[in-house]
């Protein structure tokens, strides 16, 4: 393979990578605003809560899948909480009571951060055994960015079938259609959307432990990615994980081949392709009209 070839090839494993951080991210969060209605400002606050904390659990253990494991359960667990004793008291105040509670909670875990951590960037090392290159069809390509790709794919396989093919999913989304007459049946509506609440942070814990190896834990993380992860929302349409997931490959992709080709254009890239979506569907790619 020509050297031109290699290099557009790399650059698309690379925007890959990132599309797939980003879906991770951006999928908890379609789960909890399109399906529950819920403006969470803070979930990006929780994918950088749990890069921390995987920092802390590498630091004392070494062992990267049991940071994998925890620091994502933590940041579900303090998510339910959150919805549990916080977000349901002024859900019925609308969208206002959510942002500006959201808002609050994003800035208490952003200050308990540096508290805790301090506002020093923290390297993460790739895990030993995910380092180095491997060849495939005379390319070579970093471990850990196609472990990332692949970590993706399975979590979608996963939630869609939990979402499409379970009682669970079933449920869920009759809930988000008539919650009162789900709540008639004898289901536990608001136990479901706690536990949908819960699985929507534990997606973006995933991703918090996912990108710290690639990019140096710092406060700045959340902002980050936040807002990219809701324009990937807004875009690929409420509530649509197909959607989600089409639209944080193409963000992906448009970053890397932005940065190498169009370096001046690249920060506005994903804001045009959004403006261009929006203007043809408002809806988003795979958003449906009320």
């Given at each position: 393979m020509d050297p031109v070839t290699a290099m557009y090839v790399a650059q698309g494993i690379h925007g890959l990578a990132y599309g797939m951080i980003l879906f991770l991210v951006a999928s908890g969060l379609t789960l909890i605003f399109g399906m529950m209605g819920i403006l969470n400002l803070a979930h990006a606050s929780f994918f950088m809560l749990s890069a921390y904390i995987s920092y802390t659990v590498l630091q004392v253990t070494g062992n990267f899948w049991l940071a994998l494991l925890i620091a994502p359960v933590v940041s579900a667990v303090i998510g339910i909480l959150m919805e549990r004793f916080l977000l349901r008291r002024v859900h019925a105040s609308g969208h206002i009571g959510e942002l500006i509670l959201t808002v609050g909670v994003a800035l208490v875990i952003l200050e308990s951060v540096k508290v805790f951590w301090g506002t020093e960037n923290l390297p993460l090392p790739v895990p030993e055994f995910l380092q180095g290159l491997v060849s495939v069809a005379g390319l070579e390509y970093p471990i850990y960015r196609l472990f990332i790709i692949a970590l993706a794919l399975v979590l979608l396989a996963i939630l869609t079938v939990i979402l499409y093919k379970t009682r669970l999913g079933m449920v869920v989304r009759a809930a988000v259609?008539?919650?009162?007459?789900?709540?008639?049946?004898?289901?536990?509506?608001?136990?479901?959307?706690?536990?949908?609440?819960?699985?929507?942070?534990?997606?973006?814990?995933?991703?918090?432990?996912?990108?710290?190896?690639?990019?140096?834990?710092?406060?700045?993380?959340?902002?980050?990615?936040?807002?990219?992860?809701?324009?990937?929302?807004?875009?690929?349409?409420?509530?649509?994980?197909?959607?989600?997931?089409?639209?944080?490959?193409?963000?992906?992709?448009?970053?890397?081949?932005?940065?190498?080709?169009?370096?001046?254009?690249?920060?506005?890239?994903?804001?045009?392709?959004?403006?261009?979506?929006?203007?043809?569907?408002?809806?988003?790619?795979?958003?449906?009209?009320?």
């Open positions: 259609s008539d919650a009162d007459m789900v709540n008639a049946l004898g289901v536990n509506v608001p136990l479901v959307f706690m536990a949908v609440f819960g699985i929507g942070t534990w997606m973006a814990g995933i991703a918090g432990v996912a990108i710290a190896p690639i990019l140096t834990v710092f406060p700045g993380l959340a902002d980050q990615m936040g807002m990219d992860a809701f324009m990937v929302v807004v875009t690929g349409g409420f509530g649509s994980l197909g959607g989600a997931f089409l639209v944080s490959t193409i963000f992906g992709l448009l970053s890397s081949y932005g940065v190498q080709f169009v370096s001046a254009l690249a920060p506005v890239l994903m804001f045009i392709f959004m403006a261009i979506v929006l203007v043809i569907k408002p809806m988003g790619l795979f958003g449906e009209r009320e």
